[in-house]
């Protein structure tokens, strides 16, 4: 057995089934961060929740840090109410973002994650298996629920050869992404193995798991080998350490080998992590900023070899060196060696530990300036100025050409004289965390709610026959940061539907939400038409919640990424997908979807009926039997209380 068929048999019932069908995954630990995780505990709320059920469940506070007003504040206390009440762990504010805290603190070779954010599979560098979904799906698994999916198929890569000099792991993964784009992985878990695992750090690997989640992977998983051990016991948790590498004669889905020795540094240019090109083609380029941090770059490695680069030397004045730690832990690592002391000789520019300009919660760009960040994507306009340009690159790549103030192939610098970089035994506050209380204290602990706090709102079961307009007409690869942007304006409105409503599609078409609005006030909902990949990247349900408070009531595309269509189908909208070979989409804004036979469609029972503007068009309603129960009840919520009705009655 490979490693990825291993950790799923361990946690399903039965035998393993063939790829594409339904799995129940049983679920060990949980990560929300703070701009899912409120939707979460407001979920955990309305289910009436008494404590987790999860063996670990963890909650960190990273992503809207800005406290421009009472907003955020107010969810960071929330969380951490939230948190004592359903005997969470919780990291506040300032200890720093959650993947690679997780990968520290809690991580276990051999459990399952699933999280609220669509990087989980960082931790799968310890060899579990984890899994980003939406903030529901979470929440479920934190009830006590397993996991509804379905099997992936397991893509082996086999490592071989060591990195050459100026090159690091996020070089490799955006290897991967020059080779096989942001759809890439889709439906697959990746598996590393082979002989260049060896020269691979943990942190390393949490690089390439981290951004597996840019090719569509499922997930991404390496052994729990040697250095998983010697990671574990550095951080004083060798116990949790278990072997779990693949059977030497292991077979795989697809098998792929990629030789480390060969890669050169690469680098994603604008707006997508699938743009990929070898750093030496955009050689030259002036820039505005070099951002050095984020969960795809967030080992003491990735600080450390940046202040090597720069040690001695001053960043131009017209260049933003922004320096992100990933934790606190690190800040005090990097301060003990004397790197921070480098960085900030350099010119650098030191923010609070979290994720920070990553999702365009500050750091925005001069305009028309060019951004490099070690940040695992770059859709447009998701560092908070639009028309942006960032370009997503190595530590390496980035303090090179923070020092020439233009983009610099790093294999240019002396990497003798800048020599190896060695990574001291980390800073560990354990008690950096709120602890779980006991039950009897947790019982006692009122949710401490602000005022921009709103219960979510209450949708209607699915009727058996919709006409919708359509009211938007999307390109392909849409991602979730267009559908409901993210940023310093947005964020603090994670916990207020109707608020954040207001900005859906915002850089797509401004005018979308009045037409919604329109529809809406006559009593109609509407549809929207997608490209391929529709709703790829982040985990956000806002990005299906917030279109659905709107009316939204079916998407139909070529194809719709895995995370969003379990969202919509969460919140009761139809994902619908176009036969191969139907008419497209094109040009068909303001026509009139009609659906019928809906409940028969969805129960698997009859055929569906699609027309635009009465035309007959051949669209797939693919749904397990879950997600169509779910879809039924005009979603998940609605699902969990028809079925406790009915138990009480
Ligand atoms: C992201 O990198 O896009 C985020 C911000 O971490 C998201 C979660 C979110 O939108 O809150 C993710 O990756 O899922």
């Known amino acids: 057995m490979n490693v990825a068929k291993h950790l799923i048999s361990d946690h399903v019932e039965g035998d393993l089934p063939p790829p594409g069908e339904p799995i129940a995954l049983r679920i060990d630990q949980t990560l929300t961060q ?26 960190y506070i990273d992503h809207n840090l800005i406290q ?18 359903y005997g969470l762990h919780c990291a506040p504010p300032g200890h720093g973002v959650s993947h690679p805290l997780h990968q520290r603190y809690f991580g276990r070779p051999g459990a399952t994650l699933l999280g609220s954010d669509s990087h989980t599979p960082a931790a799968g560098a310890l060899g579990m ?3 980003g979904a ?41 290897e991967m992404l020059r080779r096989h784009g942001v759809d890439g992985g889709n439906g697959r878990i990746v598996e590393y193995h082979g002989p260049g695992l060896e020269s691979l750090s943990a942190m390393d690997r949490h690089v390439m798991a981290n951004m597996g989640t840019e090719l569509g992977a499922v997930t991404s998983v390496f052994p729990s080998d040697g250095e998983v051990r010697r990671f574990l016991e550095s951080e004083g948790r060798g116990a949790d350490w278990v072997e779990i590498v693949a059977a030497q004669d292991a077979t795989y889905d697809h098998e792929e080998e990629l030789d480390l020795s060969a890669i050169e540094p690469m680098i994603a240019t604008p707006s997508s992590p699938g743009n990929v090109v070898p750093v030496r083609d955009v050689a ?18 990735d600080f450390a070899v940046a202040a090597r680069i720069v040690e001695g030397r001053r960043v131009p004045p017209q260049v933003s060196l922004d320096i992100n730690p990933s934790s606190r832990d690190l800040v005090a690592d990097l301060s003990r060696s004397g790197h921070l002391f480098a960085l900030l000789e350099a010119g650098a520019r030191l923010h609070q530990a979290g994720c920070n300009g990553c999702i365009g919660m500050g750091q925005a760009p001069a305009s ?3 951004s490099l960040r070690t940040v695992p994507r770059n859709f447009p306009g998701r560092s908070g100025t639009s028309e942006d340009a960032v370009f997503l690159c190595s530590p390496e790549t980035a303090a090179a050409s923070a020092l020439a103030g233009r983009i610099t192939d790093p294999r240019d610098l002396d990497w003798d004289g800048i020599g190896a970089v060695e990574v001291p035994e980390p800073t560990r506050t354990p008690d950096a965390f709120e602890r779980p209380l006991p039950l009897e204290k947790a019982r ?31 390109e392909d690869d849409i991602s979730t940061d267009g559908i409901m942007p993210a940023g310093a304006e947005v964020l603090p409105f994670r916990s207020n539907i109707p608020r954040i409503a207001d900005f859906v599609f915002r850089d797509v078409d401004p005018e979308y939400v009045a037409r919604a609005k329109a529809a809406r006030s006559e009593g109609d909902g509407h549809a929207v038409i997608g490209g391929r990949n529709y709703g790829q990247g982040s985990s956000r349900e806002h990005a299906a919640l917030a279109p659905r408070h709107l009316g939204l009531r079916a998407v139909a595309a070529q194809s719709i990424a895995r995370i969003h269509r379990t969202n919509l189908i969460n919140y009761g909208i139809v994902p619908l997908t176009f036969e191969e070979g139907a008419a497209g989409p094109g040009g068909r804004r303001d026509a009139v979807l009609a659906l019928s036979n809906l409940a028969a469609a969805v129960a698997g029972t009859g055929a569906l009926s699609a027309r635009i503007d009465g ?20 979603g998940r919520v609605n699902r969990f209380r028809d079925r406790q009705a009915r138990r009480a009655g």
């Open 34 to 59: 703070d701009a899912t995780g409120t939707l979460v505990m407001l979920t955990l709320e309305a289910l009436g929740l008494e404590r987790t059920q999860a063996e670990l469940s963890a909650q």
């Open 68 to 85: 421009e007003d009472h907003r955020n504040p107010d969810d960071h206390l929330f969380l951490l109410s939230a948190a004592r009440r």
């Open 129 to 131: 298996l984890a899994i």
């Open 615 to 634: 035309e007959e068009v051949a669209m797939r309603l693919d749904l397990s039997e879950p997600e169509a129960e779910i879809l039924a009840a005009g």
């Open 368 to 370: 028309g300036r060019n």
């Open 134 to 174: 939406g903030g529901l799906d979470v929440a479920m698994a934190i009830a006590g629920e397993p996991y509804q999916t379905v099997m992936p198929e397991i893509w082996g890569v086999r490592l071989t050869g060591e990195l050459p000099p100026g090159c690091s792991a996020k070089d490799a993964i955006l």
């Open 284 to 301: 030259g380029e002036e820039i505005y900023q070099a951002y050095i941090g984020s969960s795809a770059n967030p080992g003491f490695r």
């Open 444 to 474: 006692e602990v009122e949710l401490v709610k602000g005022p921009n706090i709103a219960s979510l709102p209450d949708f209607d079961a699915l009727p058996d026959a919709m006409e919708l307009p359509i009211l938007l007409v999307a």
